[in-house]
């Protein structure tokens, strides 16, 4: 917080978990890999470093259904173009594809109509209990 006694008070001590220079993780790697095969279309969507997260990837398949994952830095970019063998986009200038969204949106309905027919089921439990 604001502390006038402080030196050097411009310095953030808040850093991002890697090095931006570093690369994707074999394991993130592998799990792409994994997810993209036998996906007839997919395209990657870089999304930038924040301080609380890694730049990271994600890839969208035709269906809309998508997988994040870090990829370390500027040298991920070009490791997951050469892996996945897609097009990448950047998200700031670009923005999510509308079946992404759309398929977010779907899952979000159909939970909440299972929230609600869990609530209705319950409440219907409690009613005859009551009265029986």
Same mark, same amino acid.
């Given at each position: 917080?604001?502390?006038?006694?402080?030196?050097?008070?411009?310095?953030?001590?808040?850093?991002?978990?890697?090095?931006?220079?570093?690369?994707?993780?074999?394991?993130?790697?592998?799990?792409?890999?994994?997810?993209?095969?036998?996906?007839?279309?997919?395209?990657?969507?870089?999304?930038?470093?924040?301080?609380?997260?890694?730049?990271?990837?994600?890839?969208?398949?035709?269906?809309?259904?998508?997988?994040?994952?870090?990829?370390?830095?500027?040298?991920?970019?070009?490791?997951?173009?050469?892996?996945?063998?897609?097009?990448?986009?950047?998200?700031?200038?670009?923005?999510?594809?509308?079946?992404? =969204? @759309? *398929?977010? $949106? !779907?899952?979000?309905?159909? /939970?909440?109509?299972? #929230?609600? =027919? @869990? *609530?209705? $089921? !319950?409440?219907?439990?409690? /009613?005859?209990?009551? #009265?029986?």
């Amino acid at each position: 917080m604001f502390n006038p006694f402080r030196r050097n008070s411009s310095r953030s001590q808040l850093r991002p978990p890697r090095a931006p220079g570093e690369t994707i993780r074999a394991e993130d790697a592998q799990e792409l890999q994994r997810w993209a095969k036998g996906r007839a279309y997919i395209e990657a969507f870089v999304e930038p470093e924040t301080v609380v997260n890694e730049m990271s990837v994600v890839v969208v398949d035709e269906n809309g259904a998508f997988i994040r994952r870090r990829i370390g830095g500027p040298k991920g970019i070009d490791a997951v173009a050469k892996l996945l063998r897609c097009d990448i986009y950047d998200v700031e200038e670009t923005g999510y594809p509308q079946r992404m =969204r @759309e *398929r977010i $949106e !779907r899952e979000r309905i159909l /939970r909440k109509r299972e #929230e609600q =027919r @869990e *609530r209705r $089921e !319950r409440f219907e439990q409690r /009613r005859q209990q009551n #009265e029986g």
